[in-house]
């Protein structure tokens, strides 16, 4: 295990509901992400925050809402989700950038069902 | 954009055999960071090795290695005296002048005892 933590680990939530999912770093990084990893689908980067500062919003539908109150923790809030929004949601975070390279280390991720 | 391509979706390989992963990429930029992560089954991702664009020399890992082909814009990953806890998923990933990583849609990798 990385130092990089995800809760809850399994989520069920039907589509109306409104749920957050949590990730916290205990490596000191300063930037963290959000992915969505689907099935035969290459993973898709949502979020980029560094600093607290929201730096990419992929084109992400607002039923999908970040949170970033400080460089440990970083937040998805859902709600009004689709079942097509069933998926993995990886939660990662990167040490400052050294030369350009920032090198990101995966929390376990959020196995996200919508009924 | 910058888009990541690995063309086998599945590869198997016998126990302390070699095995050889495709990546291909297609970038602009002359500046950027390759690397290789691996998922096994319901376990975190995990970075297995790094490439850094401006360096000639094919990084390793002790088993595992990459051929590195900028031109080419290729970057394979060979495991060497493969071991069953190298099955997994295997993801190609590319950086460029951002914190973006771009992905390639995986290899599942199966090691036969």
């Known amino acids: 295990e990385t130092g990089v933590t995800q809760t809850p680990r399994h989520l069920v939530m039907g589509m109306t509901n409104k749920k957050s999912l949590k990730c916290e770093q205990h490596l000191g990084h300063n930037a963290m992400y959000w992915y969505k990893q689907s099935a035969k689908k290459p993973l898709e980067l949502m979020f980029v925050?560094?600093?607290?500062?929201?730096?990419e919003n992929n084109s992400v539908p607002s039923r999908f809402s970040p949170e970033c109150p400080n460089s440990s923790h970083l937040f998805l809030h859902l709600h009004t989700l689709q079942p097509e929004d069933s998926a993995l949601y990886l939660c990662?975070?990167?040490?400052?950038?050294?030369?350009?390279?920032?090198?990101?280390?995966f929390g376990p991720g959020t196995r996200l069902t919508v009924t | 954009a910058q888009t990541v391509t690995q063309s086998q979706p599945e590869m198997s390989v016998q126990e302390a055999e070699t095995v050889t992963l495709s990546c291909t990429y297609d970038t602009s930029e002359s500046d950027y960071y390759l690397f290789w992560y691996k998922q096994p089954p319901s376990r975190q991702m995990i970075l297995v090795i790094r490439?850094?664009?401006?360096?000639?020399q094919n990084a390793t890992e002790n088993r595992f290695s990459v051929n590195f082909q900028k031109a080419a814009k290729s970057f394979s990953l060979k495991i060497s005296d493969s071991q069953l806890g190298d099955a997994a998923m295997y993801f190609c990933?590319?950086?460029?002048?951002?914190?973006?990583?771009?992905f390639g849609k995986g290899t599942k990798l199966t090691v036969n005892p």
């Open positions: 925050y560094n600093f607290k500062e929201q730096t």
């Open positions: 990662a975070s990167s040490p400052p950038s050294r030369r350009g390279l920032y090198e990101q280390y």
């Open positions: 990933a590319y950086q460029g002048g951002s914190e973006k990583l771009v």
């Open positions: 490439q850094e664009a401006y360096k000639q």
